[in-house]
């Protein structure tokens, strides 16, 4: 009976990866599907990258914003999650702190990861089979 539960639990701290993920990557997300849908040209697309990327022609503040809201997302994300669950108070925390604390490693860890992999190896090699000059963003050469 408690296999479900688990299961649940794995299934909505994956959605809170996952969303954090793609939301740190929304600088380069929207070049790929603009091209891929024909909406943009690869050297607009590829301006647009550059300016949410780079922070060229006044966006310095997009990725470190996207980066500050996904961090807080996931920290809100993991609050909901453990009051769900019943730890409500600092004394439930400071009893099950273990938990807390593995969880929330767990999390991070693995946001950091599938950003990492979501935006420098996924979403690079898209661009690249779009004809976006992103060669030398990718990890391996």
């Not at 943009?40 to 470190?64: I, M, Q």
């Not at 453990?82 to 730890?87: E, P, S, V």
């Not at 925390?93 to 990492?116: D, K, P």
């Amino acid at each position: 009976m408690s296999e479900p539960v688990a299961s649940s639990d794995v299934k909505s701290l994956w959605k809170l990866v996952s969303g954090s993920a793609f939301l740190a990557s929304m600088c380069c997300f929207p070049s790929i599907v603009l091209v891929m849908f024909g909406l943009a040209s690869v050297s607009s697309a590829t301006a647009l990258a550059n300016n949410l990327y780079w922070g060229e022609n006044g966006f310095w503040w997009f990725r470190p914003a996207l980066t500050l809201l996904s961090i807080g997302f996931v920290i809100a994300g993991l609050v909901l999650y453990f009051r769900r669950d019943g730890i409500c108070s600092l004394d439930e925390v400071r009893r099950q702190r273990q938990r807390v604390i593995n969880t929330s490693l767990i999390v991070a860890i693995s946001s950091v990861l599938a950003y990492i992999v979501l935006n420098f190896v996924i979403l690079t090699e898209i661009g690249i089979a779009l004809d976006l000059p992103w060669e030398s963003s990718r990890l391996w050469k």
